[in-house]
T-cell receptor, first 109, second 117 residues
Framework: GENVEQHPSTLSVQEGDSAVIKCTYSDSASNYFPWYKQELGKGPQLIIDIRSNVGEKKDQRIAVTLNKTAKHFSLHITETQPEDSAVYFCAASNYQLIWGAGTKLIIKP | GAGVSQSPSNKVTEKGKDVELRCDPISGHTALYWYRQSLGQGLEFLIYFQGNSAPDKSGLPSDRFSAERTGGSVSTLTIQRTQQEDSAVYLC???????????????FGPGTRLTVL
């Protein structure tokens, strides 16, 4: 079945620096790749997603890139701010979402 | 409009007791998911409801777990004879029907934190 691996499990960056989280998936039929952000005590919220007919998508300080050949996709956060501290989950799907294990992002002041 | 709501927000129970967790999805969302999230871990899929179709129960960890969805709206997750390893946050999510295409955004509730003593 589909498997999604996410790295790193924890990422600590200085405020203002960039953060990159990477995911790989196994099912070449996957065609939808969302990223969710989970703040402490809350449910995950969609922050950006990309479909397989697009290689890159940006929304202000966040961007997602997709390499279908290599079956990996990445989340890029630029100019990190304290409020970016959270757990980030990637997922991949062609029917049901298969979730990565999550990355705890820590922004150091 | 209101988002996904879950109740209770916290539940403490004794080992062996039954618990019921409730989820109110966003109005008009025909798809509903239950997930389990253990401390510091990712999302573990439990069960999926889509309209009037038979639910996908493939993620339920044991026969002590069951869920139902009444009238295509509110859902209840029931855990019988709770064990300490059932302690986790139980998350519910809903989304619009995907019309045969790839799944669309799932909207999550705040979760129910279950503690089994």
């Amino acid at each position: 079945g589909e498997n999604v691996e996410q790295h790193p499990s924890t990422l600590s960056v200085q405020e203002g620096d960039s953060a990159v989280i990477k995911c790989t998936y196994s099912d070449s039929a996957s065609n939808y790749f969302p990223w969710y952000k989970q703040e402490l005590g809350k449910g995950p919220q969609l922050i950006i997603d990309i479909r397989s007919n697009v290689g890159e998508k940006k929304d202000q300080r966040i961007a997602v890139t997709l390499n279908k050949t290599a079956k990996h996709f990445s989340l890029h956060i630029t100019e990190t701010q304290p409020e970016d501290s959270a757990v980030y989950f990637c997922a991949a799907s062609n029917y049901q979402l298969i979730w990565g294990a999550g990355t705890k992002l820590i922004i150091k002041p | 409009g209101a988002g996904v709501s879950q109740s209770p927000s916290n539940k403490v129970t004794e080992k062996g007791k039954d618990v019921e967790l409730r989820c109110d999805p966003i109005s008009g969302h025909t798809a509903l998911y239950w997930y389990r999230q253990s401390l510091g871990q990712g999302l573990e899929f439990l069960i999926y409801f889509q309209g009037n179709s038979a639910p996908d129960k493939s993620g339920l960890p044991s026969d002590r777990f069951s869920a139902e969805r009444t009238g295509g709206s509110v859902s209840t997750l029931t855990i019988q004879r709770t064990q300490q390893e059932d302690s986790a946050v139980y998350l519910c999510a809903s989304r619009l029907p995907s019309a045969g295409g790839p799944p669309d955004t799932q909207y999550f509730g705040p979760g129910t934190r279950l503690t089994v003593l």
